[in-house]
Every structure is written in C-alpha cells, then in structure tokens.
C-alpha cells in the first residue's frame, strides 16, 4: 500500500505546482478505523490477502498488521491527523474539508449540503442527482462482501496451487478472452472480528490521534464510537 503522506504529495505537485488550477480544495472523508479495517481487508481479500498465511484470515491479518509489521501502510494511512495536517500544509487549512462518513449514513442529505457548501455549489442538484444511490455496497448484517475476480483470475489461483507457474499458453487463445469478461461474485466474509488484544492496540493507535482530529474540525466523532 502507498505511503499515505506520498499521495497528497503527489496531488500538490499534479494540482498545485502546475499551475492549471487557481485553487484546490479538498475533500477527506474518514471512517471508524475498526470499520475500516474490515472493508479494506475485503476489498482486496482475493488479490492479495487470502494468498498469505499471515494475512489468510481476518485474525492473522490483525495479528500481522498491528504486532508484527506496525510500519505497515494500512495501519499508518489510519492516523487521520496526521493525513489531514499533511494536506493542510500543502494546500492550506482553508482549502480542506474533513468529512465523517458515519455524517453520511445518518443524514445523506445534511452530508451533502456541507460537501456543497464548501465547494460553492447547488446542494438541492447534489441531492436529487444522489437519490436511490447504493452502489458498492460491501457491509451488512450478514458481514462483508469480498472482491469480486474474473474466471481467468479465479482459475489461475487455483491452477498454479496445483500445477505450478508454468505457462501453458493459453493466456493467447479466444476462450481466455472470454474468461476475463465473466465475473464471479466475491463471497461474503463473516468471520470479521476484532479480539480484546487487537482493540486495545487501536485505541492505544488512534484515540489521540482522533481527539485531535475531532477537536480541530468539530466532528464529534466521540458520539459514533471512534478510539477517542
């Protein structure tokens, strides 16, 4: 995973230092960290996260993540202050708005004002081109639905399980050209579940660096259950 700061360095060079643009403004939608763990873990599960006995289940991944590789990408990108700070310093605290994505669940519609507001655009638009919106939708009660993959994908994983990664060029014929346009859904992971010893070392992460956070943009972020 990139480094997070390495992304608004990125865009501050592509937006900012080009010229093309008098000014940018942006937008930073946060998650609860725990909630954001599971989804992030799902939506890569079959590209990466089930090839791995350290990252296979939701337990080890946790396991590896938060005690046996803490300079980790995934866990880093989780210290919202210090994201938005680096993006404050580049393209000044007036040109950033933080979003609480727990805002959105709970209002959509108060959600969007504040997100026109800051761009200086007609929120009743915004709302009616937003209705009856739910794509991508990954959680619900039953758990979290993981990466969907094509049949080449899906077969290849297997293929080289059982017969190695020796080619048998068939990456060239008409039928695998029509494999890769056939998806199959990804399955619903259920077993997402964060032990006693996992919890405490995500509040001793991330609750200061969301009170700072909370404290700054007054997002109340206390009342959604964030490490506070």
């Given at each position: 995973?990139?480094?997070?700061?390495?992304?608004?360095?990125?865009?501050?060079?592509?937006?900012?230092?080009?010229?093309?643009?008098?000014?940018?403004?942006?937008?930073?939608?946060?998650?609860?960290?725990?909630?954001?763990?599971?989804?992030?873990?799902?939506?890569?599960?079959?590209?990466?996260?089930?090839?791995?006995?350290?990252?296979?289940?939701?337990?080890?991944?946790?396991?590896?993540?938060?005690?046996?590789?803490?300079?980790?990408?995934?866990?880093?990108?989780?210290?919202?202050n210090?994201?938005?700070?680096?993006?404050?310093?580049?393209?000044?605290?007036?040109?950033?708005?933080?979003?609480?994505?727990?805002?959105?669940?709970?209002?959509?519609?108060?959600?969007?004002?504040?997100?026109?507001?800051?761009m200086?655009?007609?929120?009743?638009?915004?709302?009616?081109?937003?209705?009856?919106?739910?794509?991508?939708?990954?959680?619900?009660?039953?758990?979290?639905?993981?990466?969907?993959?094509?049949?080449?994908?899906?077969?290849?994983?297997?293929?080289?399980?059982?017969?190695?990664?020796?080619?048998?060029?068939?990456?060239?014929?008409?039928?695998?050209?029509?494999?890769?346009?056939?998806?199959?859904?990804?399955?619903?992971?259920?077993?997402?579940?964060?032990d006693?010893?996992?919890?405490?070392?995500?509040?001793?992460?991330?609750?200061?660096s969301?009170?700072?956070?909370?404290?700054?943009?007054?997002?109340?972020?206390?009342?959604?259950?964030?490490?506070?």
């Open positions: 995973m990139v480094e997070p700061n390495s992304i608004a360095r990125k865009l501050h060079i592509a937006f900012s230092q080009t010229g093309v643009f008098d000014t940018v403004k942006i937008l930073v939608a946060i998650r609860r960290q725990d909630e954001m763990l599971k989804s992030m873990y799902a939506q890569v599960y079959n590209l990466v996260f089930k090839k791995f006995s350290m990252t296979s289940t939701f337990r080890t991944f946790l396991s590896y993540s938060l005690f046996e590789n803490e300079k980790g990408g995934i866990i880093d990108s989780l210290f919202y210090d994201v938005v700070m680096e993006y404050e310093k580049l393209f000044g605290e007036k040109n950033i708005c933080v979003l609480v994505f727990e805002d959105l669940k709970e209002d959509s519609g108060k959600y969007i004002k504040k997100v026109c507001a800051f200086g655009i007609d929120s009743a638009s915004a709302i009616e081109l937003i209705k009856n919106k739910h794509a991508n939708k990954r959680s619900s009660a039953s758990g979290y639905k993981s990466d969907e993959r094509n049949l080449v994908e899906l077969l290849s994983y297997y293929k080289n399980i059982f017969f190695g990664s020796r080619s048998y060029g068939f990456s060239k014929s008409r039928i695998f050209k029509m494999l890769e346009k056939i998806y199959v859904p990804g399955k619903t992971l259920k077993d997402l579940k964060i006693m010893d996992a919890e405490v070392k995500l509040r001793g992460l991330y609750a200061e969301n009170r700072a956070l909370s404290e700054r943009y007054n997002l109340n972020l206390k009342k959604y259950g964030y490490y506070y």
